[in-house]
């Protein structure tokens, strides 16, 4: 008897940027397992359509990315308790018809962050988060249940960042976008969430002026590797860790999930994705 050949994938719009297939195909390759990972483009209108039909085509599941992952919670059977707490999803499971969902972005940023930076003292100082979106309220949980004693939260649409700031409490303080330079340099931690930088979106038109040594500066994109804000960060002294991390680390337990197997990141991985 032949074994199946297992699919997953990830699911976003824009999509062609995905280092995920490379990743994840690095794992199958290591471990002997037959089966691939791919990238789909889909619009919000068609998400659940497409999700519903994945496992009929042999899918075990997907990740979520851009700009579906509030969608994705709100489509799933069933969340984890994360999830839900998150309000956002980044993996989903398919098993007996039914779509489980998971956010594994916390973790994944939060090892990404503490490799990047060895020594990060969450209680140093408030966290400025740019951004509201999915990747935005994995990060705030994490960054609160890890002790930082404040969130100084910045977002193009001011109403998204006070709908967030109420969700998660009083130590989650709202900036207009207008004065994010000034949340950037008050904070200790400054994290993008945003997709301003990436290939294909226009630039984070932030002040970075405040940026100084002492800073740890962590920008979610991996596409590229150097934006602009991870660059100046570094001219200045600040610790800057790239968004790469993020993408191994949280992708570790989605593998698990779907495969059957643990894969581990080092820096093989880390080159294969970037070959």
């Not at 390759?29 to 039909?53: K, M, N, Q, T």
């Not at 581990?264 to 080159?271: G, P, Q, S, W």
């Amino acid at each position: 008897m032949t074994s199946p050949y297992l699919l997953a994938g990830v699911v976003g719009r824009p999509i062609a940027h995905s280092r995920s297939p490379r990743l994840h195909r690095h794992w199958l390759s290591r471990h002997g397992i037959a089966g691939d990972y791919v990238a789909l483009e889909v619009g919000e209108d068609d998400l659940e359509e497409v999700l519903r039909a994945l496992p009929k085509a042999g899918f075990r599941g997907v990740n979520v990315t851009i700009p579906h992952k509030l969608a994705a919670l709100r489509l799933a059977d069933e969340a984890t308790e994360r999830a839900q707490r998150i309000g956002a999803a980044n993996l989903l499971v398919f098993r007996e018809g039914r779509i489980l969902a998971d956010n594994t972005d916390g973790e994944g940023f939060l090892n990404a962050l503490r490799r990047g930076a060895p020594g990060w003292d969450p209680a140093a100082g408030p966290a400025t988060v740019l951004g509201a979106g999915g990747a935005a309220r994995a990060v705030i949980v994490t960054l609160l249940d890890a002790g930082v004693p404040e969130i100084l939260l910045t977002n193009r649409t001011r109403e998204t960042a006070e709908a967030l700031a109420k969700e998660f409490g009083d130590r989650v303080r709202v900036h207009d976008w207008v004065q994010a330079g000034n949340a950037v340099e008050d904070g200790r931690t400054v994290v993008n969430t945003t997709s301003l930088g990436m290939v294909g979106k226009p630039e984070l038109r932030v002040p970075l002026d405040g940026l100084r040594e002492g800073h740890v500066v962590m920008d979610l994109i991996y596409a590229p590797l150097e934006t602009r804000l991870l660059r100046e960060a570094r001219e200045t002294g600040a610790v800057a860790v790239d968004g790469l991390g993020m993408l191994l680390h949280q992708a570790v337990p989605a593998f698990e999930r779907w495969f059957g197997v643990r894969p581990e990141v080092d820096e093989a991985l880390r080159a294969a994705v970037l070959a």
